[in-house]
């Protein structure tokens, strides 16, 4: 497995083995639990998991405030496995022909599900494949750089969003050197394999620039998103952007930089 490569999206009718899964029945799941739009299911106590529970369940609140999109209608099912070991084994025989991910988002059928196991990285994989989950449900396409760049953003605990996310301090280096990541090169993407540490860290930064840059770039995001949702020909965002805001460059250097100066900075 890629070291970077560690989530993926699965389009709507893609593997047609899909159509044959064998999930194991509620009942079979000991711990249940109704959080929002998702219906998580493991073979672990989801007790001591309530704080994530209850930000899965804000994650919802927050797409729909933040990007203005419509909420899941719905529900999401969510597996969740106490160990590697039991998650391969259970993977290999519902999905053989996958590659092995540590967590991972599947759609078809008009089926959202997610599946991760309690790794180092659980609580980030889980809040990344359940944002990758509430786009998909709404909006018929995504861009895969768009799509990668909220759910690694969001991925982030809330509290660590502005200024605490991993991949803060390169963009923010970066920045004050006077890089800016190109849009119109992730655009260009148009496979997960092409997608390398490099292009998550582009995607997460122009996502970062847009919810806490200036309120125009936000905007052009939430028409971009509705857009799609509306099926109408969005164009390409980074024009849009580039329309809107002139000296988009400059804005986004003063936007990373304000981020890093602000007092909630959580290191
Ligand atoms: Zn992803």
């Known amino acids: 497995m890629s070291l970077y490569h560690k989530t993926i999206t699965i ?4 593997i047609p083995l899909l159509l044959s899964l064998e999930i194991a029945p509620a009942a079979e799941w000991p711990y249940i639990r109704t ?3 998702f219906v998580c299911r493991a073979d672990f106590n989801l007790e001591p998991q309530h704080e994530l529970l209850s930000e899965l369940a804000a ?3 927050e797409l729909v405030r933040t990007l203005q999109i419509a909420p899941a209608k719905e529900a999401i099912e969510v597996y969740l496995f106490h160990d590697e070991v039991t998650y391969r084994r259970y993977l290999e025989r ?3 022909t996958l590659p092995f991910r540590r967590a991972f988002f599947i759609r078809a059928n008009g089926l959202g599900r997610v599946f991760a196991y309690k790794s180092s990285q659980f609580e980030a994989d889980l809040r990344h494949e359940c944002t990758h989950a509430l786009l998909h449900a709404v909006l018929p396409f995504v861009p895969l750089w768009l799509d990668e760049g909220l759910a690694s953003y969001f991925e982030v605990s ?3 969003r ?3 996310a991993p991949y803060f301090s390169s963009v923010l280096w970066n920045a004050r050197f006077g890089s800016v990541p190109k849009m119109e090169k992730l655009e260009k993407i148009g496979d997960v394999a092409s997608m390398g540490k490099a292009e998550y860290r582009d995607s997460w930064a122009w996502i970062h620039f847009m919810c806490h840059g200036p309120s125009a770039a ?3 995001l939430v028409e971009y998103l509705g857009d799609l949702a509306a099926q109408k020909p969005p164009g390409l965002l980074s024009e849009r952007l580039a329309r809107r805001i002139p000296s988009l460059s400059s804005e986004f250097k003063v936007s990373i930089k304000r981020a890093a100066n602000s007092q909630t900075a959580q290191r």
């Open 158 to 160: 809330a509290r660590n």
């Open 35 to 37: 959080v929002g739009p």
């Open 218 to 220: 936000r905007d052009e």
């Open 94 to 96: 519902i999905y053989p």
């Open 162 to 164: 502005l200024n605490g």
């Open 59 to 61: 994650l919802q609140a």
């Open 11 to 14: 389009a709507v009718g893609l």
